[in-house]
């Protein structure tokens, strides 16, 4: 036991990390929510644009080794709504109590391949894809590879992520394509390519790595060219002898449109790795209730995971609740757990059906 303490001792000594004061409007609630988050700037960046609705302050309180950060967050419980910390295991085992969660940083995504067709949704963009009559081609030149990089990976990303996105560096890119073995597969309407998915070939799943649409185009979605992306490296993976492929990351958050896309298509998801956030909910005041109902999350506990769910105890029946549990109990979850918000009380309580 003493040795441990010693190790810990040693490791909060090197472990420190930036500590912000957020607040601002919650967007649904229109009442402010005050947060403390602790982490990376990209991740801060994603976790405000869940919660705000605009216009918020972000104040940095300073950098924070494993013993100030912890005597702020208890110093400072009745001031602050919310409160993330990004973390790994030795983060989770200091800071998390039994009422916290834990948030995976990301979520993987296989699917079997060929993509089957098996909802109206699919159908539909199937449909749109055979109208517009979509082909696809795999890049070879350079001039290809610069023009899928510069006008349709960049250009997506931005308009996609903003100030949260993490962007592949094209060097890097272009390290994979001809070392690697990474291949540029690119969506076409009447031969120009509007669309373009990087494949990457490590081990004996292939990875959908990078996605981009030319100049973002929003009229390009009307083509289907989103699902074409993943049906045609669907098609083209299945003809090369695999049986699944990697649909790429996403984020924790089951309002995220990108998982639920990848979802409609049957994908499996998982955690990433062991990083994620710390989430501790201080208050259930209007602000938190009008974020934790808008965004539900996964929770992952020993190597389970579990969506979740928040509402009011009032405004939802068994009915509503199992159509809610459809949409976000996603294949690969243990289950999706249901919580009320307790009346008179800053506790989220379980309910089982």
């Known amino acids: 036991m003493q040795l441990l303490k010693t190790i810990f001792k040693a490791l909060s000594t090197f472990w420190k990390t930036e500590v912000w004061e957020l607040s601002g409007l919650e967007f649904q609630s229109k009442t402010t929510c005050t947060v403390i988050y602790a982490g990376r700037d990209v991740h801060k960046n994603y976790i405000a644009n869940l919660i705000y609705s605009g216009e918020h302050s972000e104040t940095l309180l300073g950098t924070y080794n494993f013993w100030a950060l912890r005597r702020l967050i208890h110093r400072t419980k009745v001031q602050y ?7 790994q295991n030795l983060q989770q085992w200091w800071y998390q109590s039994a009422s916290d969660f834990f948030i995976p940083l990301w979520l993987g995504a296989k699917a079997a391949i060929p993509l089957k067709v098996t909802n109206r949704s699919t ?8 109208k517009y009559n979509l082909d696809y081609r795999l890049a070879n030149t350079v001039a290809e590879y610069d023009h899928f ?41 009447e031969e120009q390519a509007i669309a373009g998915t990087i494949i990457l070939k490590h081990g004996s799943t292939p990875t959908l790595w990078s996605t981009g649409i030319l100049n973002a185009d929003p009229d390009y979605w009307k083509t289907g060219v989103a699902s074409a992306s993943y049906v045609f490296c669907a098609q083209y993976l299945a003809e090369q002898g695999y049986k699944e492929m990697d649909m790429g990351l996403s984020r ?55 969506g979740v769910v928040c509402f009011e105890s009032d405004s939802e029946t068994e009915e509503t609740l199992a159509k809610k549990g459809s949409r976000y109990d996603l294949s690969g979850f243990n289950a999706c757990r249901f919580f009320k918000f307790g009346e008179g009380s800053n506790r989220l309580e379980e309910v089982n059906f």
């Open 81 to 87: 709504d919310l409160v993330f910390i990004e973390g």
């Open 123 to 130: 159908k539909d963009d199937t449909r749109r894809m055979r």
């Open 149 to 189: 990089y510069h006008q349709m990976y960049l250009s997506s990303m931005a308009q996609r992520h903003e100030d949260r996105a993490i962007i592949m560096a094209y060097d890097k890119m272009m390290a994979e394509i001809t070392t690697n073995g990474a291949q540029l597969l690119l969506v076409a309407l």
């Open 252 to 306: 924790a958050f089951l309002s995220d449109g990108v998982l639920q896309y990848k979802k409609k298509w049957n994908a499996r998801f998982t955690a990433v790795g062991r990083s994620g956030f710390i989430f501790k909910i201080n208050s259930l005041r209007e602000a938190s209730k009008g974020f934790l109902q808008r965004h539900p999350f996964v929770h992952s506990r020993q190597d389970a995971i579990y």
